[in-house]
Nanobody, 127 residues
Framework: QVQLVESGGGLVQAGGSLRLSCAAS????????MGWFRQAPGKERAFVTA????????FYADSVKGRFTISRDNAKNTVYLQMNAMKPEDTAVYYC????????????????????WGQGTQVTVSS
């Protein structure tokens, strides 16, 4: 069955960095766009960033643009989220998700477009 397993979450001070990984199995990874979403306590799940099937196209939420970078390694079936200059408002559970979108350049930013989800990893940024 399809599995998306996030790792790399933890506690970091404001201004610090973390790198999240999401390892996928059970699906043809290069046919899927991959996204990262996050959900803070008491808030709706929100789009963070996404990358298309080949890695040639990315999109970021305004709140993370210039600080976060998404990348993927199709040979390793893994997508990454490098988070720099972190802020307390980045505190949330981070989820990776897969959207069946072979050969598509444009990525989806709505959670309803994503077919598979990981279990989430907690990221906490202290001030």
């Amino acid at each position: 069955q399809v599995q998306l397993v996030e790792s790399g979450g933890g506690l970091v001070q404001a201004g610090g960095s973390l790198r999240l990984s999401c390892a996928a199995s059970g699906l043809p990874f290069s046919n899927y766009a991959m996204g990262w979403f996050r959900q803070a306590p008491g808030k709706e799940r929100a789009f963070v960033t996404a990358i298309n099937w080949s890695g040639s196209s990315t999109f970021y939420a305004d709140s993370v643009k210039g600080r976060f970078t998404i990348s993927r390694d199709n040979a390793k079936n893994t997508v990454y989220l490098q988070m720099n200059a972190m802020k307390p408002e980045d505190t949330a559970v981070y989820y990776c998700a897969a959207d069946f979108a072979p050969l598509r350049m444009v990525v989806d930013t709505t959670s309803q477009s994503y077919h598979y989800w990981g279990q989430g990893t907690q990221v906490t940024v202290s001030s």
